[in-house]
């Protein structure tokens, strides 16, 4: 495999899909060395066959707003790979959706989901529909008519898409209810992030953030260094940044910044127990304002619009909200401020540029597919509990959680060993994720 010449094919027979093109340069570069050890892979086409999906579903979806004004969105569900298991990712509502960022996501996924180490394919779909300002009302209407045209493509076997950015456990709900009347089954695989009493798991609304948190903690220990007393700079204020929040204070450490798309919330004291539950509200309200926090804890919390969490000073930095959201520059800032470890709980939370800025400086960085796997994997727990008919305590999923995210930590350690006894995390998940997949592939025959 040349990198080179793939990246250019691609380019080609896809101008313009930035997103989708950034995600598949970064995993080539880091598996190239491994790839070509094994010749019966470039025989097969593996890369080629990987780097497209095996199918996209791309649809109208028309609903009717309060208004009774009648609105159209794009709908997507993008089936990438389903080497390991039936394809499993979330759905994105946000007004920036479109193709090439969810080809991106369900590229990760593919690898993401490999390190879980259970039986989950790559997916990932979604609207350019807008939550901020909707009704409750009009969330339901969406997504009974998103589902209209999704449903006969997912199944539990087939295909189980859950939340992600725009989609919580509210959406699910409406999701799932609508799924079960023009499905006539309920078939509860069928999605995840479902409610706790029909269906859901304990701890999955947690489980991105406890997961990514018991990855930093790897990260720190494996640096003779500790939890208790860091101060973590988080993005966004959804629930991924919620879960981390509620881990990282368990955890002993403090959590000094949070964000929105109107700026940044720096807390110099750290986040507290009732600020963490106000973050629910504050999603729940569907107004995306950050500012509402130091609004109801003016004493705790200083809003300074149009600022990110880069710029307050911490000593481990969390992207949690969208991809790209940091650059050079803010990881120049940073590492002025003295960040000791970056860790990416959302999707390519960093600029190419940001990365390798972190890695010049010998700065430990794990990325988005590693760090936040937990959601994903905690889904596929759902998945085993509704199989079997059973629901597990929160202490049994939380156990199981952990272990997955200690195993995913290792073997980030094992294949990203660089000379120097260095880790590079970026190359062990990419490597690891990817053989797994690469086997089941070869296994499978060309197809
Ligand atoms: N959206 C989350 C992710 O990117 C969760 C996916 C899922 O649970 O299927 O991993």
Not at 186 to 198: D, E, M, N, R, V
Request: proline share 3%; glycine share 10%; charged share 25%.
């Amino acid at each position: 495999m040349k990198v080179q010449s793939i990246m250019s094919g691609l380019k080609k027979k896809h101008p313009g899909e930035k997103e989708y093109l950034q995600a598949v340069q970064e995993v080539l570069e880091t598996i190239e060395d491994v790839y070509n050890q094994h010749p019966e892979f470039e025989q097969a086409k593996i890369v080629e066959r990987l780097v497209e999906p095996d199918r996209i579903f791309k649809f109208r979806v028309t609903w009717v707003d309060d208004k009774k004004r009648v609105q159209n969105n794009i709908g997507y569900r993008v089936q990438f790979n389903s080497a390991l298991g039936p394809y499993k990712g979330g759905l994105r509502f946000h007004p920036a959706v479109n193709e090439s960022m969810l080809k991106f996501l369900g590229f990760e996924q593919i690898f993401k989901n490999s390190l879980t180490n259970l039986p989950l394919g790559g997916a990932k779909g979604g609207a350019d529909f807008d939550p901020t300002g909707k009704s409750d009302a009009e969330i339901m209407r969406f997504c009974q008519a998103f589902m209209y045209e999704l449903w006969r493509n997912i199944g539990a076997d087939l295909d189980s898409p859950a939340g992600d950015v725009g989609v919580g456990g509210r959406e699910i709900g409406y999701l799932y209810g609508a799924y079960k009347k023009l499905a006539r089954e309920h078939s509860t695989g069928a999605l995840t992030g479902k409610s706790y009493g029909w269906g859901g798991s304990l701890i999955r609304p947690e489980a991105t953030g406890f997961g990514a948190m018991y990855y930093v903690e790897r990260m720190v220990k494996q640096n003779k260094d500790k939890m208790e007393g860091k101060k973590i700079a988080l993005s966004g204020f959804g629930n991924v940044a919620w879960g981390a929040a509620t881990k990282a204070v368990e955890l002993g450490a403090k959590v000094v910044a949070i964000s929105g798309p109107d700026g940044v919330c720096e807390i110099k004291n750290g986040i507290t127990k009732e600020m963490i539950d106000y973050m629910l509200e504050m999603r729940a309200s569907n107004r995306n304002k950050v500012e509402d926090m130091a609004v109801k804890f003016p004493k705790d919390a200083k809003f300074t619009a149009k600022a990110k969490s880069w710029s307050v000073k911490c000593d481990i930095a969390c992207p949690s909200a969208f991809q790209n959201e940091m650059s050079e520059e803010d990881a120049n800032m940073l590492m002025k401020n003295g960040v000791k470890y970056v860790a990416e709980i959302s999707n390519m939370g960093c600029q190419p540029g940001a990365i390798a800025a972190f890695q010049a400086k010998g700065i430990p960085f794990a990325p988005g597919k590693a760090v936040n796997a937990g959601g994903v994997a905690t889904s596929g727990l759902e998945i085993c509990q509704n199989a079997g008919h059973i629901n597990w305590t929160a202490e049994e999923v939380d156990a199981k959680l952990h272990k997955i995210m200690n195993d995913i930590f290792d073997m980030c350690v094992e294949y990203g060993k660089e000379k120097g006894g260095k880790i590079n995390y970026v190359k062990g998940a990419n490597i690891a994720g990817f053989m797994r997949v690469a086997k089941a592939m070869m296994a499978q025959g060309i197809i």
